[in-house]
């Protein structure tokens, strides 16, 4: 069945860095959209970033614009979030997420399979 692994969360200084991994198996990961969101406590999951399904193409939620960069690695099944300047308010659980379709979509309902989570928390 498809699994997706999520790891590198962790506790870290605000202005400093962490980056995440997901590792994908049961799928074609190639053929997949990736997708990181996050949810703060006592808030909805949101939208992080995207990426296509070649890498080719990445989107951002705006509050992460230049500060997190998405990537992938076709031949490790594997999709990155490195996240740098870290606030406070990035505090969350992340997650991945894959979409079949391999396009750049936000939404929560358009993905078909979800990771379960990697806490990160910043301190300020």
């Known amino acids: 069945q498809v699994q997706l692994v999520e790891s590198g969360g962790g506790l870290v200084q605000a202005g400093g860095s962490l980056r995440l991994s997901c590792a994908a198996s049961g799928l074609t990961f190639s053929k997949y959209a990736m997708g990181w969101f996050r949810q703060a406590p006592g808030k909805e999951r949101e939208f992080v970033a995207v990426i296509s399904w070649n890498g080719g193409r990445t989107d951002y939620a705006d509050s992460v614009k230049g500060r997190f960069t998405i990537s992938r690695d076709n031949a490790k099944n594997t999709v990155y979030l490195q996240m740098n300047s870290l606030k406070p308010e990035d505090t969350a659980v992340y997650y991945c997420?894959?979409?079949?379709?391999?396009?750049?979509?936000?939404?929560?309902?358009?993905?078909?399979?979800w990771g379960q989570g990697t806490h990160v928390t910043v301190s300020s």
């Open positions: 997420a894959a979409d079949e379709t391999g396009f750049l979509r936000v939404a929560l309902y358009e993905y078909d399979y």
